[in-house]
């Protein structure tokens, strides 16, 4: 008895076609290309609606009227200016904020009591907008840098203090009760087990409070400042500049972006178990 069996059809070249052109863009450089060509089809296609005139430049502006007026607001060094002012109350309170309550949040877990006494009163703080809290602020701070500052502070503060506190309570506990077995000390598993194991949730949390920051700054030049990017933003609203909006709205994209990149790096040469851990993912 002869079994014939059938032929392995080839794979269609459509199929490998399609997997290659996947794996070419699948790359920094591919993935940068994407993103560029989509941000450049964007502003092509907001222009066209605006020369046609289906969008209004007036309500909306146009992507010509806003690189031209960027480009005179570098060339006088106004933007530069009010870009620096913003990063640096920004970067000043995410720092301020961010440390501060990473370490009142790893604090409580020295003791439990203290812990569930103070976490009603952490939830309800919480729960407040921060941005309801801006004209307590200006008042008892004033109008100048302190302020904004202070601002960004009061929103990255409890947000570093609910995650490093939620990290310590979910340390393996496993590995406190092996450390407590062999005769370390509550400061011992303190640094050997709970503070590695919430790293990557403070870090994590830098890329929140990064905006976070950015928001608390902006915030208080909307209320009263006579520089930064939050006061061109307010300022151009009232006067019905839209151009000048999205000059200030783009510049705050884009220091986000670099401070985001700037996190990153930071995780990567923090932790890079992390990033070795993560770097392969299941292709579906």
Do not use: C
């Amino acid at each position: 008895m002869t079994i014939t069996m059938p032929e392995t059809a080839p794979l269609p070249k459509r199929t490998a076609r399609r997997t290659r052109r996947r794996m070419t863009f699948d790359t920094a450089l591919g993935r940068a290309l994407l993103q560029t060509a989509a941000v450049i089809a964007f502003f092509a296609l907001w222009e066209i609606g605006v020369r046609v005139g289906w969008i209004s430049a007036f309500l909306v502006g146009s992507p010509s009227g806003i690189f031209s007026l960027a480009y005179k607001l570098i060339g006088s060094g106004e933007l530069l200016s009010d870009t620096y002012y913003t990063l640096f109350e920004a970067i000043l309170g995410f720092v301020i904020g961010t440390v501060f309550g990473s370490l009142l949040g790893l604090a409580l877990w020295y003791s439990v009591f203290v812990a569930r006494l103070v976490e009603p009163f952490i939830v309800a703080i919480n729960s407040v907008p921060k941005i309801a809290l801006a004209p307590i602020v200006i008042l008892w701070f004033g109008t100048g840098l302190v302020s904004k500052v202070a601002l960004s502070v009061s929103l990255t503060a409890i947000v570093a203090l609910i995650a490093a506190y939620q990290a310590a309570k979910d340390a393996d506990v496993d590995l406190q009760s092996l450390l407590i077995s062999m005769g370390a000390s509550k400061h011992q598993v303190f640094y050997k087990a709970v503070v590695p194991s919430t790293l990557p949730a403070i870090i994590a949390t830098f890329r929140i409070n990064v905006g976070f920051g950015l928001v608390g700054a902006v915030v208080g030049e909307f209320i009263s400042s006579q520089r930064g990017l939050g006061h061109m933003i307010y300022t151009a609203s009232s006067l019905y500049d839209l151009n000048s909006v999205w000059v200030g709205l783009f510049t705050l994209m884009i220091v986000g972006f670099a401070l985001y990149y700037v996190i990153d790096m930071v995780e990567r040469v923090s932790l890079p178990w992390k990033q070795s851990s993560t770097t392969h993912q299941v292709q579906v």
